[in-house]
């Protein structure tokens, strides 16, 4: 069974920029596409991105394009987003989780996640 640790959130100011890394403890995702979401306080999780499981193929949201950067080390069973230029409303927790089938900005895509980590921007 898959299990995710996200790690590399924290508090940062506008314009700034943060690592994020999911982990797989039990380094069995390294044939799974893996996903990036985020959750604002009253709001639904939203897709990020994602990264196919050799890495040769990546998506992102339309809100984060161009700022955010997903990639992931099999070696390490290690999946990171850099996030770059960042805004307070990319303020939320963000959670990774390994792709089961379906489409990629889908949550029902995606059968195991991690508990999350906060990010919180300050302007």
């Known amino acids: 069974q898959v299990q995710l640790v996200e790690s590399g959130g924290g508090l940062v100011q506008a314009g700034g920029s943060l690592r994020l890394s999911c982990a797989d403890s039990?380094?069995?995702?390294?044939?799974?596409?893996v996903g990036w979401f985020r959750q604002a306080p009253g709001k639904e999780r939203q897709f990020v991105a994602a990264?196919?499981?050799?890495?040769?193929?990546?998506y992102y949201a339309d809100s984060v394009k161009g700022r955010f950067t997903i990639s992931r080390d099999n070696a390490r069973y290690t999946v990171y987003l850099q996030m770059d230029s960042l805004k307070p409303e990319d303020t939320a927790v963000y959670y990774c989780?390994?792709?089961?089938?379906?489409?990629?900005?889908?949550?029902?895509?995606?059968?195991?996640w991690g508990r999350g980590t906060q990010v919180t921007v300050s302007s």
């Open positions: 989780a390994s792709h089961r089938r379906g489409t990629y900005n889908n949550t029902s895509s995606y059968n195991y």
């Open positions: 039990k380094r069995t995702f390294s044939n799974n596409a």
């Open positions: 990264i196919s499981w050799r890495g040769a193929n990546t």
